[in-house]
């Protein structure tokens, strides 16, 4: 059985789309970026802190076959043109520095904030980060991988981000806005993972399931690009790759 350690409704979305059978088990722990720490540290932090942190929720009750997930999503806004990261065809991350300047941009706390960040964010490409950690319940055991992807943003006007603030829609995402929301649809040309831009990276998690063990149950890169409508160019990238 898989436990997913999240109540986002995207993340279930897409997790169902793998065919593998899971429940559903919040956790709520401290997303607090530390002083000097890197986005690809950070986000792999978070997604095993929460991994970990169910982990010790349901440890009476967990049968040595259960799987953890835990997952974490960051917008990532560098602010200069030398950025501190390296990664390949597949968005896995090779390295990452301190060496450029950067703002790890969360959930908005107003609407005025939110269109602050929309404003930002406009016809310029920032990262998405989001790293998966799958955790062994037979051991306490945990494998993290962190995906990238360039998201570049249309020149979206002024009345179009008052419109899709004023819907609400913004105030519960990373970065202010839904990739998938047809009403706004702010990116424009994306070329990397669709549906690591929505949290939760289907490929990266369903590699990690396969060195462990566990097939998917159907098509994970046909079911994930039929579902979203999205062409995507880069699962065999990620499927196919020595990690």
């Not at 997604?47 to 259960?66: C, F, H, I, N, Q």
């Not at 603030?165 to 040309?189: C, E, M, R, W």
Request: hydrophobic share 35%; with cysteine; charged share 20%.
């Amino acid at each position: 059985m898989l436990i997913l350690a999240s109540q986002s409704p995207r993340r279930k979305q897409l997790l169902e789309l793998c065919g593998w059978k899971f429940s559903i088990l919040f956790v709520d722990i401290n997303e607090s970026v530390n002083v000097g720490e890197t986005p690809g540290i950070y986000v792999g932090r978070m997604a095993e802190g929460k991994a970990y942190a169910a982990y010790t929720k349901v440890l009476e009750r967990t049968s040595p076959e259960d799987l953890i997930i835990g997952a974490d999503t960051a917008v990532v806004d560098w602010q200069t043109s030398v950025k501190g990261f390296q990664q390949d065809n597949a968005g896995d991350l090779l390295n990452e520095t301190i060496g450029g300047s950067y703002r790890i941009l969360g959930k908005p706390g107003d609407s005025f904030e939110a269109r602050k960040m929309l404003r930002e964010l406009r016809g310029r490409t920032h990262q998405v980060y989001s790293a998966v950690t799958v955790l062994q319940a037979k051991d306490g055991r945990s494998i993290t991988d962190v995906c990238i992807t360039d998201v570049p943003m249309r020149e979206y006007s002024d009345d179009e981000i008052s419109t899709y603030t004023a819907s609400g829609d913004p105030l519960d995402k990373a970065g202010a806005y839904a990739i998938q929301h047809n009403g706004f649809n702010p990116v424009y040309n994306l070329q990397g993972c669709y549906a690591n831009v929505m949290g939760l990276p289907l490929c990266h998690l369903t590699r990690i399931l396969i060195r462990i063990g566990l097939d998917p149950a159907l098509d994970v890169p046909s079911a994930c690009q039929q579902s979203l409508r999205y062409t995507c160019s880069v699962f065999d990238d990620i499927l196919l790759s020595e990690w």
